[in-house]
Each structure stands twice: as C-alpha cells, then as structure tokens.
C-alpha cells in the first residue's frame, strides 16, 4: 500500500508563493496519476489538480489555472504543486493522492490519500 506525505505548506501573504512536495513511500508512482486536493474550513474537499503518470497532461479546477503548477518526478517518487500569486481564499488543508485508476478530472477517481499539509494565504 502507497504511503503519501506532503510537506511545504506554510503562511504566506497574498501574491506569495508556496511550492508543496508528496513523497510516496510503499509503492512506486510510476505508472499512476497523481493529484491534489484541497479542503477549506466548513467546505467538501476539491480536486486543484491532476497529472498523468508520464506527466504529458494535467487538470486544473478553474479557479488555480494560471497560478498552480502541477509536476512530477518519478525517479524521485515525488508530485510537487507550485502556487503563485496566492490569494486568502486559497487556505486549506492541501493533500496529494493517487490511484490504481486511469487518470480522471473526476473529483472523487483518486482514493489513496495523504494527510496534508496546512496553507494560510493573509490578506
């Protein structure tokens, strides 16, 4: 079973920028997609992004488009999501996941989670 654990999160102010990791420990990434999620205070978990394993493609929910970077390094058996020109109402909880599944823009397609790491964008 794949063990995902992110680090990089933080507080930043508004316009800042945060580069974020998943490590995957337990099963190799390659060969799965991979993506992001993220959960605000009082709100559902939502897909931010998502890449294919050979990362040709990826998805971005429309809110991040332009300011998210999704990427991978699959020798390295990592998944990183570099944000930009952070805005508050992007503070959440942000988690990677993946799954045995083909990649999906689905929500809910990717089911092997990690627990997350906090970001706090300030006014």
């Known amino acids: 079973q794949v063990q995902l654990v992110e680090s990089g999160g933080g507080l930043v102010q508004a316009g800042g920028s945060l580069r974020l990791s998943c490590e995957a420990s337990?099963?190799?990434?390659?060969?799965?997609?991979m993506a992001w999620y993220r959960q605000a205070p009082g709100k559902e978990r939502a897909l931010v992004a998502a890449i294919t394993w050979s990362g040709d493609r990826a998805y971005y929910t429309q809110s991040v488009q332009g300011r998210f970077t999704i990427s991978r390094d699959n020798a390295k058996n990592n998944v990183y999501l570099q944000m930009n020109n952070l805005r508050p109402e992007d503070t959440a909880v942000y988690s990677c996941?993946?799954?045995?599944?083909?990649?999906?823009?689905?929500?809910?397609?990717?089911?092997?989670w990690g627990r997350g790491t906090q970001v706090t964008v300030a006014s």
């Open positions: 337990g099963r190799t990434l390659s060969g799965y997609p």
């Open positions: 996941a993946t799954t045995a599944r083909a990649f999906s823009e689905a929500s809910g397609a990717y089911d092997y």
